[in-house]
């Protein structure tokens, strides 16, 4: 390179163009191959890259797919689970229900659930034995009475309720005065002033 400068500045630029050709222009050739192979090497392994790279996130997606699809067929599951844990024992007490409005009060449900159906059904179980004991038809017919007109309500109310609600229903009436006093304070707050 420094000949060809020399040259340059010598004034003999034929020269220096001819031993440019002659030796710089190899080594450029030279250098422009070595370089060309490095690109094509470097873009060989972007390519790889790039194809594992596109293998992976088809990979990821569908694994990712898979989780959310299993995931919908267990929600699914157990929501299917869940609503019979609920239907199953209301069609109990339905099917408990319609025998003992038959008269049948012999007749149980059974729900072994340890959570608001099963207090349920113990409920019901012993409303039906309490129902079937004697005399219970009796105490219910004693209680069921002709309907009344709400002109008949004060003498109704005199017979039955000023004992212990007194004349005017405030709670001072004299069977009332050994009951629960908050429930005599309660009826107080309702006295006109």
């Given at each position: 390179m420094a000949d060809i400068a020399n040259l340059i500045r010598d004034g003999k630029v034929d020269e220096a163009m001819t031993l440019q050709l002659k030796n710089g222009y190899p080594q450029y050739q030279q250098i422009e191959g070595l370089v060309n192979q490095v690109v094509k090497t470097e873009e060989d392994k972007m390519g790889?890259?790039?194809?594992?790279?596109?293998?992976?996130?088809?990979?990821?997606?569908?694994?990712?797919?898979?989780?959310?699809g299993a995931s919908i067929l267990l929600a699914l599951l157990l929501g299917f689970v869940i609503s019979w844990s609920f239907i199953l024992p209301v069609q109990e007490a339905q099917g408990f229900l319609g025998q003992v409005a038959q008269g049948d009060f012999s007749t149980t449900i059974n729900v072994p659930n340890r959570d608001e159906f099963g207090a349920l059904a113990a409920h019901m179980n012993q409303m039906s034995r309490a129902?079937?004991?004697?005399?219970?038809?009796?105490?219910?017919?004693?209680?069921?009475?002709?309907?009344?007109?709400?002109?008949?309500?004060?003498?109704?109310f005199q017979e039955n309720c000023a004992g212990c609600h007194g004349?005017?229903?405030?709670?001072?009436?004299?069977?009332?005065?050994?009951?629960?006093?908050?429930?005599?304070?309660?009826?107080?707050?309702?006295?006109?002033k």
């Open positions: 790889t890259l790039g194809r594992i790279v596109t293998a992976a996130h088809r990979r990821a997606l569908i694994l990712m797919g898979g989780f959310v129902q079937g004991l004697p005399g219970y038809e009796e105490t219910i017919s004693q209680t069921k009475k002709p309907p009344v007109h709400l002109s008949d309500g004060k003498e109704l004349e005017a229903g405030y709670g001072d009436g004299a069977a009332g005065a050994g009951r629960k006093p908050d429930r005599r304070r309660r009826f107080k707050s309702f006295r006109p």
